[in-house]
Nanobody, 114 residues
Framework: QVQLVESGGGLVQPGGSLRLSCAAS????????MSWYRQTPAKQSVMVAT????????DYATSVKARFTISRDNNKNTVYLHMNNLIPKDAGVYYC???????WGQGTQVVVSS
């Protein structure tokens, strides 16, 4: 079954850290560019970070550069989003996406609050 399953969301205080995981199955993960998106309160999906198939090229939204890191383990078919120094504006539902096939996971909620 072709799917993406996110995990790792939760409640964190401002300045805290979280690591999101996205487990992929049903396709050749090592050949796929992968992305993380955040759904805003206005229900818009905003690209947060993208990583190419080999992990060599990474792209970030300006608002998260130097705080977030996207990585992948092709042996585990998993892509990660390491989030540091979280701020309230980072809150939302985070989705894993395979852009080339418009494949989305079910999302994981991140709440940043004291």
């Amino acid at each position: 079954q072709v799917q993406l399953v996110e995990s790792g969301g939760g409640l964190v205080q401002p300045g805290g850290s979280l690591r999101l995981s996205c487990a992929a199955s049903g396709f050749t993960f090592r050949l796929a560019t992968m992305s993380w998106y955040r759904q805003t309160p206005a229900k818009q999906s905003v690209m947060v970070a993208t990583i190419d198939s080999s992990g060599t090229t990474r792209d970030y939204a300006t608002s998260v550069k130097a705080r977030f890191t996207i990585s992948r383990d092709n042996n585990k078919n998993t892509v990660y989003l390491h989030m540091n120094n979280l701020i309230p504006k980072d809150a939302g539902v985070y989705y894993c996406r395979r852009p080339s096939k418009n494949l989305w996971g079910q999302g994981t909620q991140v709440v940043v609050s004291s």
